[in-house]
């Protein structure tokens, strides 16, 4: 189970644009014909502001944009499947994702109880123009992540991870087309991105 909350004062001290995010996540590991596989289910909460550190108007001006609200529950199956041998002195596992999420956008989301709350805690300016937000509409995605996880020991203790990866996301939240390659160094199990590597841990956790 993983906790993260985001703020863009933690970094910059300023509130604007993407102005917070909650995310709860637990992942759970299964057998599934032979493969390792992580089921795991990601709450989130976020919040969208303008720029308006100190001056926070009931409405908004006709040249600012709306403030967002999103809460939405994700719920992904990943899994890995050994390769085998890849090159000399490594291993090559297969991994694979594939996610929906559905949520809502609006005032429904109670996204702006959210950011009163952590404001009231971290001291920071009540935003008062969350009455002229999105109007409430659904949340549908699709989600999927293709890989190649290549581990190779570099020395007695330390690995090297590089994986290869395409993905792609189709709904009224986020449509994109894209791919790149992760690359991750450290003793036993490095902490890679990887689909494969969050399995391995998931499966791990569950062992001890």
Do not use: C
């Amino acid at each position: 189970m993983g906790w993260a909350l985001d703020n863009d004062r933690f970094g910059n001290w300023q509130d604007r644009d993407y102005s917070f995010g909650n995310f709860i996540t637990l992942t759970q590991p299964r057998q599934v014909r032979g493969a390792a596989a992580a089921l795991q289910f990601t709450h989130i909460v976020e919040g969208y502001t303008n720029d308006q550190p100190e001056e926070t108007p009931d409405q908004l001006s006709r040249d600012d944009h709306p403030y967002a609200g999103y809460q939405g529950l994700r719920v992904e199956l990943a899994w890995q499947e050994s390769r085998g041998q890849a090159l000399e002195g490594g291993q090559a596992d297969y991994g694979q994702s594939y996610g929906l999420e559905v949520g809502l956008v609006g005032p429904s989301s109670r996204a702006d109880v959210m950011q009163r709350l952590i404001h009231d805690l971290t001291g920071t300016v009540q935003y008062k123009a969350w009455d002229s937000q999105l109007p409430n509409e659904a949340v549908l995605n699709l989600y999927t992540r293709q890989e190649l996880d290549l581990r190779f020991d570099a020395t007695s203790r330390e690995r090297l991870s590089a994986t290869p990866y395409l993905e792609a996301s189709l709904g009224n939240k986020l449509t994109h087309l894209g791919g790149g390659l992760d690359v991750a160094y450290g003793s036993s199990q490095p902490l890679s991105p990887s689909v494969a590597s969050t399995v391995r841990r998931a499966q791990a956790a569950d062992d001890q």
